[in-house]
């Protein structure tokens, strides 16, 4: 499959898919771009003073604790009213899995330090706080980070 895009400033924005059958690989390109165009580009979150509206972006990790679920940006910490599960599915591909509590946006990594154990200590840019990453999400972890920064 090939791409091709071309700029006309005189005609309005508009995505066209042309294939000789509809196939897997079709669909799928029709199911990313239909998801990432409907996608919202903020999540609603609950602080002390009410509910305020976070672009994805500023979000560093997401965690779960006593049975909340906690968005951690650089210098919060907010609720979230929605399940790391929920999260997982609805979140761009940018934010990914590194437990079974937790999920990190990979755009925000500085520095990631893996133990002799394999549990991996992630550090973000601008920000002194911490995840983990478990040694059963490593791996993916580490393909996600290749696939997102190392274009």
């Known amino acids: ?19 000789p059958v509809i196939d897997d690989e079709v669909r799928r390109v029709q199911e990313a771009l239909e998801q990432a165009l409907s996608a ?20 560093l990790f997401f965690e779960v604790s006593d049975n909340k679920v906690y968005a951690h940006t650089q210098a919060n910490c907010y609720v979230c009213p929605m399940r790391i599960a929920e999260l997982a599915d609805i979140l761009p591909r940018s934010f990914c899995r590194t ?13 990631i330090v893996r133990s002799p154990t394999g549990v991996g200590e992630v550090s973000f840019n601008g920000s ?14 580490r393909e996600i980070i290749e696939e997102m920064r190392l274009k």
């Open 99 to 111: 437990s079974k509590s937790a999920l990190i946006n990979v755009m925000r990594i500085r520095s």
């Open 40 to 59: 919202p580009g903020e999540i609603a979150l609950k602080s002390s003073s009410g509910e305020i509206f976070l672009p994805y972006a500023e979000i």
């Open 1 to 19: 499959m090939k791409l091709k895009i071309e700029i006309d400033p005189n005609s309005p924005k508009e995505l066209i898919l042309r294939s």
């Open 128 to 141: 002194g706080k911490k995840a983990f990453i478990s040694r059963n999400y490593y791996k993916v972890v």
